[in-house]
C-alpha cells in the first residue's frame, strides 16, 4: 500500500533525518516541503547540523522523494530541484512549495497543497482542496513534533510522541 510520508524544515538536523528514515517504508515515497539542509543559516558548530551526510542519504532514496528548496536551503548543494513542485498521485494533483512565498501559477488546479515553513501543524479542507503543513520534527512551534501522512483516501497530521493523529481528513 502506497502512502506518502510529508515532512519540512529538517534544517540539517541529521538525528531527525534518520527519524525521518525510520518512518518510511519501503514502498513510502517522501516529500519534503523545503529547509531540509538549512545550508544558508545553519549552525556549523552544532554536530548534529550534517546537511551533507543527508545529501548523500538522500540520493540513494531520489527515486522516491520530492522536495523543494526552503528560504534557507541553497539551490547548489542539492541542485535538480526547484521551489516548487506539481505531481500527481492517489488520483490528485500536487503542488508542493515551501511557503514562504505566494503560491506559483500551476499548469493543474491542485487538489493537495502542501507547504512548510511555518513550523507549524495544519490539515484543512478549503473549496475542495486539501492544505497541508506538516508542522517540524526539529523545531515545532507548539512544541508538538509531528509529520504528515497522506494514503488511503485520506491525509493526517501525525504525532510522533504517541504516534496518533492529531488530526485526518478525506481527500
Known amino acids: 500500500m502506497k502512502r506518502l510520508i510529508v515532512t519540512a524544515d529538517i534544517h540539517g538536523s541529521f538525528s531527525t533525518w ?3 528514515k525510520e ?21 556549523r558548530m552544532d554536530s548534529d547540523f550534517q546537511p551533507e551526510f543527508i545529501r548523500e542519504d538522500a540520493a540513494s ?3 522516491r522523494l520530492f522536495y523543494v528548496y526552503g528560504n534557507c536551503d541553497t539551490e547548489s548543494f542539492f541542485p535538480k530541484y526547484t521551489r516548487h513542485l506539481e505531481f500527481s498521485m492517489f488520483g490528485r494533483h500536487i503542488l508542493l512549495t515551501h ?5 506559483p501559477e500551476t499548469s493543474f488546479d ?7 515553513h511555518t513550523h ?3 490539515l484543512e479542507k478549503i473549496n475542495g482542496v486539501v492544505h497541508m503543513n506538516p508542522g517540524s520534527l526539529k523545531k515545532p512551534k507548539n512544541r508538538i513534533y509531528t509529520y504528515g501522512i497522506i494514503e488511503n483516501g485520506s491525509a493526517a497530521i501525525i504525532d510522533l510522541k504517541n504516534n496518533t493523529a492529531l488530526s485526518r481528513i478525506t481527500i
Not at 99 to 103: E, I, K, V
Not at 110 to 116: E, S
Open 120 to 122: 507549524v501543524p495544519k
Open 61 to 63: 532514496i531520489c527515486d
Open 110 to 116: 491542485p487538489g493537495i497543497i502542501i507547504q512548510g
Open 23 to 43: 518512518l518510511i517504508r519501503k514502498d513510502d515515497f517522501l516529500a519534503v516541503a523545503g529547509d531540509l539542509f538549512d545550508t544558508k543559516f545553519g549552525n
Open 18 to 20: 534518520l527519524t525521518v
Open 99 to 103: 511557503g514562504h512565498r505566494f503560491l
